[in-house]
């Protein structure tokens, strides 16, 4: 039977989960303070699918490790940055592996995050009184997927000037709100120099700030759990990292046996490529609705993302609404099915739709 929503397990004395008399503890130990890691949780956050908020968590720290590295060699000017990705993949040392780790560590990302909150959703865990840490979950989604198109449009080739002109037609129709994505923003400075500084500093800093958001209120408010808390957290902690291990090591043999491309430079006003495949979703309505769809697909997927906690409140004796469910069932269906055929859908034109 599923955890009914909203109670607090018992949590196990203290005592009890202390390591036995006469134990010494290592020097790392003791000067890092690492007895902090000692705390109560409950046993099934040793299971895999409480694991995957955790795994998106290393992921991340493999996309800034690898990030930083890649940038040693990265020019932001719009003449020089293709050529720079190519300085990259032919003449950096392990340079075509490190940028596959890169590419290959935001897939995986992507893929866990989205993992973690379907199966949170699941369990209704954005209930009072962990709604604060469903919206920072959101938040670091909507960042993720931000880097992801940054991240793309950084690469200064077809695929990734493409996706720069539907970004500035997408401004375009949304105002004032579009404004810091308009060329004419400011003449100082390229779009594509600002969008390298937003990937590398803006939005990692967003990033890490809404993680330890979440991680501060896991760690107070616990995980969704009626059993009591008969495990600590140093347990836990060695199996997710022999996980995240195994994580990293696909990422790595995926880098090295299948390194993502690179297209030519990008020509304007030619559209003959499809979107990083987190995004094939939105290409798919992008067909059916033009250049609106765009930005209509984000806002209600990420809009019903949000208002969840609001329109779902445990009443004793009810279940989830079945309008959450259904709503949450078809977006669901929009998401998946969208990227899976968009792989197969044709190619079109969108700009100027």
Known sequence: MPDRVGTEPPIADAASLAPPPGRRRGLLHERFALHGLEYPIAPTA?????????????????????????????????????DSILYIVTKVPLGDWLRGLHYWGASIVLV??????????????YVRPREVTWWAGVALFLVLFAMAFTGTVLRADQEGGEALE????????????GAVLSPDFTTSTSLLSRLHSLHVSLLPMILIALVALHFWLIRNHGINATEPKTSVFAQHLPKLTGYALFLMGLAGTLAAFFP????????????????????????????????????????IIFG?????????????????????????????????????YGVFAPHKQHLGM
């Not at 866990?112 to 865990?125: E, G, I, K, P």
């Not at 949000?306 to 078809?330: K, N, Q, S, T, Y």
């Open 46 to 82: 040793n299971r895999l699918r409480y694991m995957l908020g955790g795994l998106t968590f290393f992921g991340i720290l493999l996309l800034i490790v690898t990030g930083v590295l890649l940038d040693q060699f990265y020019n932001a000017n719009p003449i020089a940055a293709h």
């Open 112 to 125: 866990t995050v989205f993992l973690h909150m379907s199966y949170v959703f699941w369990r209704r865990s």
């Open 166 to 177: 539907h970004a500035v037609a997408g401004a375009g129709m949304s105002g004032p709100l």
């Open 260 to 299: 993502p491309g690179l297209g030519y430079p990008s020509v304007a006003g030619v559209e003959v490529t499809k979107p990083f495949w987190p995004f094939l979703w939105i290409y798919v309505v992008e067909n059916t609705m033009g250049m609106v769809g765009m930005i209509a697909a984000p806002i």
């Open 304 to 340: 019903f993302l949000f208002i969840v906690p609001l329109i779902d409140r445990p009443r004793e004796g009810h279940g989830r609404p079945r309008l959450v469910m259904a709503l949450a069932l078809v977006l669901l269906a929009l998401y998946v099915g969208g990227i899976i």
